[in-house]
Every structure is written in C-alpha cells, then in structure tokens.
C-alpha cells in the first residue's frame, strides 16, 4: 500500500480507538486496516500500537509520531486545498506586458470589469512595446505582434490581425504631392516605427509587382501612440495599424495613399510560457482577450 494511505490509516487508528472503527472511515475491511499499520511499523522498525483482543493503546513511539504524522498531514490537506481553490478561483498577481496603444484602443475600458468579476486576482500591466523575455523577466504573459516564435517554451493565441495602412494629412500631400506609387515615397519625410515588422524597409504589393522603400527618417519613436501624434502634425508619412487611425481616416485628419497596393499586415498574439497546467488567472486573462479583441474588431 501507498505511504500516504498509510499514514492515514494509522492516524485514523490512533483517533477512532479502534481498527473496526478507522476502516469504517476508510472504506478498509479491518484486516485490511490491520495489515496496513504492520506494514507502517515494519517500515520504520517501531511497534506503535499495543494490541490485545479487548483494547488497543499508542505506544510512546506511537504518540511521538502521531503528534508530527497530524502536523505533516494537515499541512499537506491544506496545500491541496490551496491548489484546488486556485484552479477554481482565480487569484494572486497577473504581470502582463503589453503595447500601450493596443492596450489604449482594444482593453483599457473593459479591464475594471475584468476585475470586477475576480476580485482575489490583481493585474500589472507594463505597457511597452519592446519584445520582453516571459521567462527571464517573470511575466505571465504578453501581448506582440509576432511572425513566429523563436522560444519554443512560448504558447502563441491569436488575438487579432490588423493591415498596415500609409497614411499623413491632407495638407502633407498637398504640399509635397500625393504618390501615386511606392518608390514616390522615398522623396517624403518618414516617421519610423522601430518595433515593427517593417521599421527600415517599406514592401508593397500589387499582382505580382513587388516594391521596396527603404525608411530614411528624421524621427524614430517607439510607441504608436507618438507616430500617430507626428501623423496628425503634418510631419510625415508612416505606415500605422488602421484600428490607430481608423477615426482620423473616417473624420478626414488623415489621409490614406496607395489604396491599391498591399503591405504587411500586423497579427496580435496572447503569448505565454505554456499550456500544461495553466494558471486560472492566466486562463480567465486569455479569455478575457479573446472575447474583448473580437468584439472591438465587430465594432
């Protein structure tokens, strides 16, 4: 028999009086109940029960092991209870890194509710767009624009997929020209994104032409936020995800160009360290995003 079920016979003995009575907690016939506690005494070379054919007493031994046996038992039931109150209720401190301009347009409204509804859970959010090393930095999880993922210990769930659309202010084009193709671009004053897929080279296509603009630009800025503020300034041209601009487009600050021609489009992933026995606060977070991604998309 299993040492731990040991254990619990013989405390069962100890605390019932009886062997009759312990198997009846058990579910063990009293032989069996019997048998278990001769085993447990073998294995540790002590007698720790007295038995007559009327009674049964604890030997001294028995006591001494008794006392440590209840302390190492209670500590143990309580442990698995913890375990399984936290696969049922999420809690403890969710670090999640994110871009700050994804989390501003698809999450930043709907997180108090998402508290709300797990109110033993706690959420740091580090808004940066820089890649950040889950394992080595010690977060749960993070929010990216990835191709593929170089770290196979990492689980990627897509979230979303936004087009890349070129864009700059009407007064932009009308004081240095509307291009009409690609290559009328490298004339133009670029704002470049150093995070993204394309930050030094620009790929457009159109049926089977494929064009190519290098990024020469005065101003690199690393959040998505600050390229959309030099956009709405008039200082350049830039590729940006539309769902950034989708409002200056729709209300005419920004003006898209080069409609025709394709380009990159941006895929947002939740991406975690792995799936075997994920955290609740890391599940009910995924879920969360899914659910929060598609309904913004729908809008």
């Known amino acids: 028999m299993d040492r731990y079920t040991l254990f ?16 009846r907690q058990l579910g063990l016939s009293a032989p069996t109940i019997s048998k278990s506690v001769a085993e447990l005494e073998a294995h540790l070379g002590v007698r720790l029960i007295h038995r007559t ?8 031994e028995g006591k001494i092991y008794l006392e440590h ?6 500590a143990l039931i309580e442990a698995e209870e913890m375990i399984f109150n936290a696969k049922a209720s999420p809690h403890g401190v969710l670090k999640v890194s994110a871009p700050m301009t994804t989390t501003l347009i698809y999450l930043s409204e709907a997180i108090p509710d998402f508290l709300s509804a797990y109110p033993d859970l706690k959420l740091e959010m580090h808004l940066d767009d820089r890649r950040v090393d889950l394992v080595q930095e010690g977060f749960d999880l993070a929010i990216r624009g990835y191709g593929q993922l170089d770290d196979s210990r990492l689980v990627a769930r897509k979230l979303t997929v936004m087009p890349l659309v070129l864009c700059a202010t009407p007064n932009f084009f009308e004081i240095h ?5 690609p290559m009328e671009l490298r ?14 080279v620009w790929t457009f296509r159109k049926n089977e032409q494929i064009e190519e603009v290098v990024v020469k630009a005065r101003y690199s ?18 590729l940006i995800p539309r769902p950034y601009v989708q409002q200056d487009l729709q209300t005419g600050i920004l003006q898209e160009v080069l409609q025709d021609w394709s380009t990159t489009e941006v895929t947002q992933y939740a991406i975690y360290p792995s799936r075997q026995h994920l955290a609740p606060k890391i599940r009910v977070f995924i879920d969360f995003l899914v659910e929060q991604f598609k309904k913004m998309d729908n809008l």
Do not use: N
């Open 69 to 74: 046996l209840v302390r190492g038992l209670d």
């Open 177 to 181: 020209g509307t291009p009409q193709t």
């Open 53 to 60: 054919t009327r009674r049964m007493s604890l030997t001294e």
């Open 8 to 23: 619990q016979v013989f405390r069962q003995v100890a605390e019932q009086g009886s062997f009759a009575a312990a198997g």
């Open 187 to 200: 004339d133009l004053e670029h704002i470049r994104f150093p995070y993204g897929h394309q930050a030094d």
């Open 221 to 238: 800025v690393t959040s998505s936020l600050a390229v959309r503020d030099a956009l709405r300034a008039g200082f350049g041209v830039s």
